[in-house]
């Protein structure tokens, strides 16, 4: 109720702490020069394909009232206004699934409607866009932002594989309709007989799954074995997109005598066809709009805003995790409101409007990092070894240690920041003159690397850039247009896939098929805290629940017209976690189970099966030789696919842990 009280207090705190540093964002990127290529080219692959995609789904879902040309500009125009104006220029906009399925909806309303129509459409949706906007002011003036610590992993991690769910139900739906004829076609065509309807069929199969597996394949080129680290580095950042143009050029390689419409490929009308143009002017419409109809608007309204607050929000929050120990202040309130005024401009323009999406919002702070990690952590250890050796005290082989990182680390940072950066580091070392334990003893091979400190260049120009390249695309629909469709429905696959890793609900369940006797095989690799912090049958119980609600919520899409409200029980989800699980539930197991960082324990030591002798393993440890090890290699065992940082727990499960049967 506090916050009630004093209206605009976030906004003009948010303000006042970036203004400060708005100068330096632009001098930033410019002391980059070109080096801030790599990020934009990275960042502009990462988001153009999934708002290709998506626009291709909106276009089959509103019967081509809006489609990749609205979806393109959308994200380039909202994309460019947050990177100049925007509080956090690290977040990423674009239109995202939940925009894709609310338009879905409101198509499907209107269409049924005598009021509205289909030639009615945009100008409802603008209007719904209207109160959407109004309500995400009042949230930013009104300081809701407070509450997204009630965001918690419970219902972040929901969102995110209902998500999942939809993603691979329109694969799966796109594959299917491969095989029959598109709506207002000529069924009587050659190239629409059974014959040909099969084989499109058939090499849709062979594209989609094609791009599925070479694409979860090279998304993890950086821990294959072969190749030097450029290569693997390369194949990690742009394979995907390399992928999607491998098999679209794949797709023309099909004999002459094959019908051209064989494989189907997008269809999309050009920016300067009339069919484009007409959304630009859709305000004139609004008028037309019945008014029972403006104010019914109110409900998808408060559905939408709710979304975008906590999608955008979230976003927000995984873009500027505390372990990339960013410099800069948050700006929550006022980039909400900014949104708000975004989503507003959008309506007004006939587009889908964009927020703050995942996984390329961290994924951009992520391509910023700059971290040496592997050089200097081995020129840290070296250094650490040989205080120990010499039988050092604590604040010598810590002293020794900073001194290494300054004299290596290429950012200008002054020395106290550099102790307030290292102080984790620091608090580990001097541990070992405390009673001398032999479990505080100070270990350089196992507490140096969770404490060595990210550094990112906060800048506004690779988002700008990326955003601008997005726009310039729009004009590329030609070239866009040769893509397969059946390339988009592996897309679709993929990014399902590729989102399940690091989703501790997905691990759960996983956890929940693995037979009692093999349980222990999850304790030999890295796993998260939970599987030694909470008993096995309070993990199948929390797990089972979140199943039946994401079962209750995917339930809740199929509703025709009722599943506007699909976003309701993710709200009623942050009530129930904050009033009904802590009475069901151990507060010790719900804070693990539910935790606010991915908590990560490194797996029990296995017996070496290296043939070499133990002086050649210690000589081959000390040696000079360089790792070929890139920064982004080291971030990305850090992170998961959902671009949130890992906290690798220097515990083992055998040290100071309560054990419980697993």
């Known amino acids: 109720m506090e916050s009630l009280k004093t209206p605009f207090k976030g906004i003009l705190k948010d303000v006042k702490g970036r203004s400060a540093c708005y100068k330096e964002d632009w001098v930033g990127a410019l002391c980059s020069g070109i080096r801030i290529l790599a990020p934009t080219t990275y960042i502009f692959f990462a988001s153009t394909l999934p708002v290709v995609a998506f626009g291709e789904q909106l276009s089959r879902e509103t019967g081509g009232t809006l489609g990749t040309v609205e979806t393109l500009a959308s994200t380039a125009i909202c994309g460019i206004i947050h990177s100049i104006f925007g509080g956090q220029p690290l977040l990423i906009l674009g239109v995202a699934e939940p925009t894709i399925i609310m338009y879905s909806y409101l198509y499907s309303f209107s269409k049924g409607r005598p009021g509205l129509g289909q030639k009615l459409y945009l100008a409802w949706s603008a ?333 506004r120009m690779s988002n700008l850039l990326q955003s601008f390249l997005v726009g310039v695309s729009v004009c590329a629909l030609p070239i866009i247009k040769m893509i397969p469709t059946s390339v988009l429905w592996g897309y679709f696959a993929y990014m399902a896939i590729d989102s399940l890793p690091g989703n501790q609900f997905w691990e759960r369940m996983l956890l929940l098929l693995i037979t009692p006797g093999r349980r222990y095989k999850v304790l030999e690799s890295a796993h998260v805290s939970f599987v030694e912090m909470v008993p096995f049958k309070v993990i199948a119980t929390f797990t089972i629940m979140q199943f039946f609600y994401l079962l209750l919520c995917f339930g809740v899409t199929w509703i025709p017209i009722a599943g506007i409200l699909f976003p309701l029980p993710f709200f009623v989800l942050i009530s129930i976690r904050q009033h009904i699980l802590p009475k069901v539930f151990c507060p010790a197991h719900l804070q693990e189970l539910d935790a606010a960082e991915y908590d990560e324990i490194a797996g029990a030591p296995k017996r070496s099966h290296s043939l070499r002798m133990d002086g050649e393993q210690q000589e081959a440890d000390d040696s000079d030789d360089e790792d070929d090890f890139y920064d982004a290699e080291i971030l990305d065992e850090m992170t998961t696919h959902r671009g949130e940082l890992k906290f690798r727990s220097t515990l083992s499960f055998k040290e100071d842990r309560p054990q419980h049967d697993f």
């Open 127 to 459: 209007w719904v866009c209207v109160w959407t906007a109004i309500l995400l002011c009042l949230l930013a003036i009104f300081n809701a932002c407070n509450i997204i610590s009630r965001f918690t992993r419970v219902a972040g991690e929901l969102f995110g594989m209902l998500i999942t769910v939809l993603f691979i139900q329109e694969a799966i739906k796109g594959l299917v309709s491969e095989f029959s004829i598109p709506k207002g076609e000529d069924n009587k065509l050659e190239e629409l007989q059974f014959p040909w309807l099969y084989t499109n069929g058939l090499l849709a199969i062979i594209f989609a799954f094609g791009v599925l597996l070479t694409a979860l394949k090279t998304r993890n080129a950086r821990s294959w074995r072969y190749g030097t680290g450029w290569l693997r580095a390369f194949t990690a950042d742009y394979g995907v997109s390399l992928m999607v143009l491998f098999w679209t050029a794949l797709s023309y390689t099909v004999p002459h005598k094959v019908p051209s419409t064989v494989p189907r490929r997008l269809v999309s009308p050009l920016p300067w066809d009339p069919k484009s143009l007409y959304h630009w002017i859709v305000v004139k419409d609004m008028g037309k709009v019945p008014l029972e109809y403006i104010f019914a608007a109110i409900v998808p309204a408060v559905m939408i805003a709710g979304l975008y607050f906590f999608d955008h929000s979230v976003a927000s929050q995984l873009a500027q995790q505390k372990e990339f120990n960013l410099k800069k202040p948050s700006a929550y309130h006022y980039d909400i409101l900014l949104l708000g005024i975004m989503t507003l401009v959008c309506g007004l323009l006939g587009l889908p409007p964009s927020n703050g999406v995942l996984p390329q919002s961290p994924m951009h702070t992520k391509s910023l990092a700059v971290l040496k990690t592997q050089l200097i952590r081995k020129k840290m250890v070296k250094s650490a070894k040989e205080c120990i050796l010499k039988q050092a005290s604590s604040s010598e082989i810590y002293g020794r240690m900073q001194a290494v990182f300054i004299e290596m680390d290429a950012s200008p940072t002054p020395n106290y920041l550099v102790d307030k950066e290292l102080e984790n580091l620091k608090e580990a070392v001097m541990k070992s003159d405390d009673g001398g334990d032999g479990k505080q003893k100070f270990d350089p091979e196992k507490h140096i690397d969770p404490h060595l400190p990210v550094r990112v260049n906060e800048q």
